[in-house]
């Protein structure tokens, strides 16, 4: 019997309809396009995979996201979306400024001569 508080689980088709949609677009990784990463989906893997799709909300259902709006629905890797866990958007895109700006070489530094 599906739990009360896990409403993917009780309209599991409503959810397998929506996530069936996603993977048809085809889409890549929001997440590693934010952090210039290699974005390819393999949609062919099996979905433990860590490389395997999986539709992300980006508005967590836990923080009050709609569940099968597709506007609320990205894809991404299973791994990235492990990774985010409930970060807002708006905290991916941060960390992944900051990260591309370290590695970049482009990271904002103070140089000052008052020691």
């Given at each position: 019997m599906p739990s009360k508080d896990n409403a993917r689980s009780s309209n599991g088709a409503r959810w397998r309809s929506a996530k069936a949609r996603l993977r048809a677009q085809g889409r890549p990784c929001w997440i590693c396009r934010a952090f210039g990463r290699p974005d390819a989906?393999?949609?062919s893997l099996?979905?433990?995979d860590p490389g395997s799709f999986e539709a992300d909300h980006l508005i967590p259902v836990s923080?009050?996201?709609p569940l099968y709006d597709m506007a609320n629905l990205d894809a991404t890797h299973r791994a990235c979306?492990?990774?985010r866990?409930?970060?807002s958007v708006s905290e991916v895109l941060a960390i992944a400024r900051r990260e591309r700006q370290q590695h970049d070489g482009h990271a904002s530094v103070c140089v000052t001569t008052d020691w």
């Open positions: 989906i393999d949609y099996p979905p433990l923080k009050g996201g979306n492990i990774w866990r409930d970060r």
